[in-house]
């Protein structure tokens, strides 16, 4: 009576089961041969192991490597933002405000060209430069933002509120207020289309636009 052979995922589930079965024939480690992948020659079974594991170490401190890395980016990012806010706790208020608060983007985040805009202000401040040459259409796409834009400037109207808006190839425009209920618009621009891109990571910019809201309170009606 012929015997049927055994097939490959036979043989693995019977190691699984058996895991003590290498513990019993120990000496077949160093008889079972296998292709490394690395160099193409036979390497026994215990030698192939080690290259296995030495992979996973190398994925490893890639890994931590970037993630390493993240950290960093992300601790320069808070201290950007914590010397922004204090700027803005030391400003005169009124309409310096708006001023402080776009030159302190500009100079902490090092951003090219940063601006905003604000509606429905008080009646004091309806002829300051943030309260002018703002659109319908402006506020419409305003509230239309639920998450901060970064990307490329599709000639966008609010970039055009940029001094020199013909340069800027990427942008980041915050909405101010509540998601749908905006009360303005934060505006940063640069000349480098890979500065600000839709992959980035929006969290910070969230914390911008909510600080920037609570700041500029004071100017609306």
């Not at 097939?7 to 019993?24: C, G, K, M, R, S």
């Not at 980041?172 to 509540?178: R, T, Y």
Request: proline content about 5%; hydrophobic content about 45%.
């Amino acid at each position: 009576m012929s015997i049927a052979p055994l097939d490959a995922n036979t043989v693995a589930q019977y190691l699984i089961d058996h895991p003590q079965f290498f513990q019993e024939h120990a000496g077949l480690l160093g008889e079972v041969k296998l292709s490394s992948p690395l160099t193409g020659r036979a390497v026994s079974l215990q030698e192939r192991q080690m290259e296995v594991m030495r992979d996973k170490f190398r994925a490893l401190e890639l890994r931590l490597s970037d993630l390493s890395r993240r950290a960093e980016e992300n601790a320069g990012i808070a201290n950007r933002f914590h010397a922004w806010t204090q700027a803005l706790l030391v400003s005169k208020g009124g309409a310096a405000m708006a001023r402080d608060l776009a030159d302190g983007l500009r100079t902490h985040f090092i951003v090219p060209q940063v601006t905003l805009r604000l509606w429905n202000v008080a009646p004091e401040f309806a002829g300051e430069w943030f309260a002018q040459g703002v659109s319908d259409d402006a506020r419409i796409f305003a509230n239309s933002l639920r998450a901060p834009y970064c990307g490329p400037n599709n000639d966008f109207e609010a970039v055009r509120w940029l001094d020199d808006a013909d340069a800027i190839r990427s942008t980041v425009m915050l909405p101010l207020g509540q998601p749908g209920q905006s009360v303005g618009l934060l505006v940063l621009g640069s000349p480098d289309p890979a500065r600000f891109t839709t992959a980035m990571s929006t969290d910070f910019l969230v914390h911008i636009a909510a600080t920037s809201t609570t700041a500029l309170a004071p100017l609306r009606a």
